[in-house]
């Protein structure tokens, strides 16, 4: 028998799950999938700080905050990948290749190898790379 699906969620999507955004329900939507064992996130290994970082310049998200959504993303427990390998070579040819940031190829990257839909809501990466990979999350 099959195992859940796999997609990877970037740190757009992500870090809706824990401040309320335009498209929130729908990243909380793929969360709860995840929580309830319908498929799978893998992301890099990237995720927690970019996740972090960008609600740090939150000014409604506090040090406590912060603290707290650590511990969450750590139980969440995504399938973070390490940039090595196929995922290194994979991420700096598609950084050049689409003219993006390596953050950002990483998750492309990342669907790639993995045969995986990636979710963001980065609508300028969509239309940047017009990669088939890549869905916004509205769309989940």
Partial sequence: MAGPTLVVADASVVAKWFVEEEHSAAALRLRDDHVDRALDIASPALLPFEVLNALRYNPAVGEKQLKEIATALDKYS???????????????????????????????????????????????????????????????
């Fill in 78 to 140: 995504l399938w973070l990948h390490g940039m090595a390998g196929e995922l290194a070579a994979t991420t700096i040819e598609n950084a050049l290749a689409h003219g993006i940031s390596v953050y950002d190829s990483a998750y492309l990257s990342l669907g790639i190898i993995r045969d995986a839909v990636v979710y963001t809501a980065d609508q300028r990466l969509i239309d940047k790379t017009g990669h088939e990979r890549l869905r916004h999350i509205s769309s989940y």
